[in-house]
C-alpha cells in the first residue's frame, strides 16, 4: 500500500494546488500520451501505416467509441449525438463545414481532437492508446472519407 496522489493535490499543505509526480515515478504504459496542444497535435505524423489490419481495428474502435454521437456513418446523426446542443461533426467527405482535406485538416488534428477532446466531444486519450487512436484516423481517412457523399436519396432507403 503507497499513498495516493491526484495530480490535482498537493504533497504541501503550505502549497496547496498542481504540483509534479514525485521524483523517481516512472509513467505507467497505456497511460496518457502528453500533447502540449491542438498546435502540436496537428504537427504530427501518423506513424502507423493505413493498412487493412489498421482499418479494421480502427473500424472496431470507431464503432464502439464513436458511433454513440457521430453514428454509424460518420455524419453526427448518433443516438447520443442527438441529444447534444452541438450536433457531432460529420466526418465524411460529404461534410459542407469542413473538406477534411488533408492539408487544412492533417491526420494529426484529428489525433489531437480525440486527445485533447473539444467543444462537447470528451478527451479519449486515457481510453483508446496513442496507437489506438491513430487506427481510428487511419479508418476515418480511408472508409468513411473515401466513401461516395451520401444522397438525401440514398439515406431515405
Not at 493535490?9 to 509534479?20: A, F, I, N, T, Y
Not at 442527438?82 to 463545414?97: F, Q
Amino acid at each position: 500500500n503507497t499513498i495516493s496522489i491526484k495530480p490535482g493535490e498537493s504533497v504541501d499543505p503550505k502549497q496547496p494546488g498542481m504540483e509534479p509526480f514525485p521524483k523517481r515515478s516512472v509513467p505507467v504504459k497505456g497511460t496518457t500520451v502528453f500533447v502540449k496542444d491542438q498546435e502540436a497535435a496537428r504537427n504530427m505524423v501518423n506513424p502507423v501505416a493505413a493498412n487493412e489490419q489498421s482499418v479494421a481495428q480502427g473500424a472496431q474502435l470507431f464503432n464502439i467509441y464513436c458511433t454513440p454521437c457521430h453514428g454509424q456513418s460518420g455524419t453526427g446523426d448518433g443516438l447520443v449525438g442527438a441529444k447534444l446542443i452541438m450536433k457531432p461533426w460529420n466526418l465524411t467527405n460529404s461534410n459542407d463545414m469542413h473538406t477534411w482535406n488533408t492539408k487544412d485538416y492533417p491526420d494529426g488534428y484529428i489525433f489531437g481532437y480525440m486527445t485533447l477532446g473539444g467543444a462537447v466531444m470528451p478527451s479519449y486519450a486515457n481510453d483508446l492508446s496513442p496507437t489506438e487512436r491513430w487506427h481510428v484516423v487511419n479508418y476515418v481517412r480511408k472508409v468513411l472519407q473515401k466513401a461516395p457523399p451520401a444522397t438525401a436519396a440514398a439515406q431515405a432507403k
